[in-house]
């Protein structure tokens, strides 16, 4: 079966190659000057990327690896906010953050991602901002303001880009100031009282060879969702009277963010460059990921109802919840980037960066006008160090390029635990209070090295591999319950555990440049995710420190054929990825949700799995004023094996990946029509999803059922300024990005309706 797919894939990619070279002008064209990837007379642009961590970078057409790159005039031509947004823009990409947690995202590429806010455990696809791998989540979701461009790598990240990764990575690249001095400014105003205020300054300060930028990032919001008194109440063993439990009722998801942004860049000389990356991060927010409640037709009953009467009939975006809970960030990070040119054409890049992290919160986690369970403020901090430097060298001036590195981080984390859970309503409320807690100090090593060899002038074979070692040292106390009052006398007792894993990641690629404009590549990639402590273990009479055994490491060997083409004088690029990945040794975070109690967490090597798929980006400009572009993902994700008993299911080999949708397809067009001296810029698009299931066990009540958004903006453009409107969600689809049960039945995520107008302006 997988030979036969990628033979398929092999035989798509090879059966386009006479037509693609056909189509291929004959004439060769330059890069546009601008890189920019928008409308233009010379075609489409290309954008630099640093997939294959090239100290000056590469055309993104000319890397053989499934990449999808964006620059600023992608990232603002549809209208995106932040990292979430980002998904619609690539194939096989989810970008929620749909879980218990809000502000930390849950990605997923190609079927690998991880759905729990379980702290201890590493992401499967990793976030970099600058060089710098984020090692603790929280602040991650960054603004896409002052980014000089974006990158989605899809795949395992096994050998060059950052920490090793199962599922793949996306760098941000925050754009490096100028000489000449300029003010950016781009601010929007949009329904819920939404306003998003963005500026930049740059410019030499004091000397010609030193360039600095301060960029603030602000945003706030009333909340695009309602909270309700809205539902049916009858008598229960809970609330015998029936008597409606009412609150304050509002608007929930409240934003209040601000960000500082100053950069530094030194040119030291001909040949050395030393820039430095600083933020600073306030959020003064709601809890963002609370939930909305909903009847399904069918499913086990819950305690809101069976014991409370309470059945919810909110519909949409309204909801019926007591507390929207809080999210307070404070979070700061440094980076230095020191390049150094030498003769010969080798460039050494050092990255070091340290970054502190300071979150408290409280989340609702049940969903209803009952306080059944909450996450009752929870402290969290963390610090981390880390220092990459690697060395790119021509070994012969045509045929031989080295690179080669080291790889260092080490973070710190601490969370407190904190539950309230209802024991009885009436007459008066009381509570049981439980509470667990960790720290953990991780250390990662590696080393890497890649060879690409070029036998003839348009054949590249490159070689290479990363050495990894991670060592965890885990100290935690497991969920236990208080005496009280309140969240005192806890009887934490903590256990201690350490432990290490090595790897060694190889990889493969070869790729051809059949003409100027049509490159063919396959290649084979290992990726590692390190093993993980469970760090939501429950007390019980005879626990021990084995009750903290981690999960071990998990693999993925991936196959991968492609085709990336510019045809038509650079009029229509298609790029097209088949792959397939042997999954071994899933890490499954298993949440159990029981109805009347807590979900119950674990994280065991449950599995294995293929994940087979296909990835399609299209995108044709007809005329200059036309642009047309498609995106198609498939994933069709199978376990080969299962270890692990799941309650109601004969055969967990048979469960569908959990959040994972089968079928992505994006569609959108831009179009720039002259005004006078002026243009009128607009955008159409339609982000598709197909349904999915929440839940391990495939629970039909908790299924997502496909969804599209329809988005668009049109914008007046003027030399120094511009003027536009936007709309976001325009059919107003009620969707959600998965749902759950346990007191009841909840679902997290989705947006409404939102519209607004833009303003942008450039000072020099």
Same mark, same amino acid.
């Not at 398929?8 to 990619?13: I, Q, R, T, V």
């Not at 510019?566 to 071994?584: E, H, M, P, S, T």
């Not at 243009?679 to 009540?701: K, Q, W």
């Given at each position: ?625 036309? =642009?047309?572009? @498609? #995106?198609?993902? +498939?994933?069709? $994700? !199978?376990?080969?094996? &299962?270890?692990?008993?799941?309650? *109601? ?78 709309? =976001?969600?325009? @059919? #107003?689809?009620? +969707?959600?990005? $998965? !749902?759950?049960?346990? &007191?009841?039945?909840?679902?997290? *995520? ?15």
């Amino acid at each position: 079966m997988r030979m036969r797919f990628l033979m398929s894939a092999s035989a798509l990619c090879t059966a386009m190659l006479p037509a693609l070279a056909m189509a291929q002008s004959a004439t060769t064209q330059d890069l546009p000057d601008d890189s920019s990837g928008q409308l233009d007379d010379s075609g489409i642009g290309d954008i630099v990327v640093y997939g294959e961590r090239r100290s000056l970078g590469q055309s993104a057409q000319k890397v053989p690896i499934a990449i999808t790159a964006m620059d600023p005039a992608l990232l603002r031509s549809a209208n995106t906010v932040d990292v979430t947004d980002l998904g619609a823009l690539a194939p096989n990409v989810q970008t929620p953050t749909a879980g218990t947690t809000p502000g930390f995202p849950n990605f997923a590429i190609r079927g690998i991602g991880i759905n729990s806010s379980i702290r201890s455990a590493d992401p499967a696809v990793n976030v970099i901002q600058d060089g710098m791998v984020v090692a603790f989540l929280a602040g991650s979701l960054q603004s896409t303001f002052d980014l000089e461009s974006v990158e989605v790598l899809r795949g395992p990240q096994g050998v060059l880009f950052g920490r090793n990764a199962t599922g793949g990575a996306i760098s941000l690249r925050t754009r490096r100031p100028q000489r000449d001095f300029q003010v950016l400014a781009d601010v929007s105003y949009g329904n819920f009282n939404t306003l998003t205020a963005n500026a930049s300054v740059e410019g030499a300060l004091g000397s010609d060879a030193v360039m600095g930028k301060l960029a603030v990032l602000y945003r706030r919001s009333d909340g695009m969702y309602k909270n309700t008194n809205d539902g049916i109440w009858e008598p229960a063993s809970g609330n015998p009277s029936g008597e409606p439990i009412t609150h304050e009722t509002g608007r929930l998801g409240k934003l209040d963010q601000v960000t500082i942004k100053p950069t530094v860049l030194f040119e030291i000389g001909d040949k050395h460059t030393l820039t430095l990356f600083g933020q600073y991060q306030r959020n003064n927010d709601d809890d963002t990921s609370f939930p909305r409640n909903f009847s399904p037709d069918k499913g086990a009953a819950v305690p809101l109802q069976s014991v409370y009467g309470f059945t919810p009939t909110a519909e949409g975006y309204d909801t019926n919840i007591d507390d929207g809970g809080y999210y307070r960030l404070r979070a700061g990070h440094i980076i230095a980037e020191l390049v150094n040119e030498f003769e010969g054409g080798a460039k050494l890049t050092t990255v070091a960066a340290w970054r502190r992290v300071k979150l408290d919160n409280s989340v609702n986690f049940y969903g209803g006008p009952v306080p059944l369970f909450y996450l009752i403020d929870n402290p969290e901090r963390s610090t981390q160090r880390s220092v990459e430097t690697r060395l790119n060298v021509p070994l012969t001036d045509d045929e031989l390029d080295l690179t080669a590195g080291l790889f260092y981080l080490n973070y710190d984390m601490y969370l407190q635990e904190n539950r309230r859970i209802l024991s009885a309503a009436v007459p008066t409320e009381t509570f049981n209070y439980i509470q667990g807690a960790f720290d953990q100090d991780v250390k990662a090593l590696a080393a890497f090295v890649n060879v690409d060899w070029r036998p003839t002038d348009r054949l590249t074979i490159s070689l290479g591999g990363r050495f990894s070692k991670d060592t965890k040292d885990f100290n935690g106390a497991p969920l236990t319950l208080c005496g009280g009052p309140g969240l005192t006398d806890c009887g934490q007792t903590f256990y201690r555990v350490k432990k290490s894993w090595t790897d060694f990641s190889p990889r493969a690629v070869v790729n051809y440049q059949a003409t100027d404009g049509v490159m063919v590549y396959a290649s084979y990639t290992q990726g590692y995710r390190s093993g993980n402590f469970n760090s939501r273990v429950n007390n019980s009479a005879d626990f021990s420190a084995a009750n903290f055994t981690p999960a071990d490491p998990e693999d993925v060997e991936a196959y991968e054929v492609g085709i990336k083409s510019d045809l038509l004088d650079r009029r229509l690029r298609v790029n097209v990825a088949g792959f397939i990945q042997d999954y071994k040794d899933v890490q499954q975070v298993s949440t159990l949700n029981i109805a009347g109690s807590a979900p119950i967490q674990t994280l065991v090597n449950a599995a294995s799995a293929e994940i087979k798929g296909l990835e399609t980006e299209i995108i044709l400009q007809p005329v200059r004023p036309l =642009r047309l572009q @498609a #995106n198609f993902g +498939y994933t069709d $994700a !199978k376990f080969k094996s &299962f270890n692990v008993p799941v309650p *109601g299911v004969d055969d967990p080999k048979d469960l569908e990946f959990s959040r994972i949708p089968k079928y992505t397809v994006t569609f959108a067009a831009n179009v720039s029509i002259p005004a006078g001296v002026n243009d009128i810029e607009g955008r159409v698009s339609y982000d598709y999803r197909s349904g999915f299931d929440s839940d391990l066990a495939n629970s039909p009540e908790l299924r997502v059922d496909g969804y599209g958004l329809l988005n668009a903006n049109l914008t007046y453009v003027a030399d120094n300024w511009s003027l536009g409107i936007w709309g =976001r969600n325009l @059919a #107003n689809v009620a +969707y959600a990005e $998965a !749902k759950g049960r346990a &007191f009841s039945y909840v679902e997290w *995520g989705g947006q409404p309706r939102t519209f607004g107008v833009r303003v942008t302006g450039k000072f020099r």
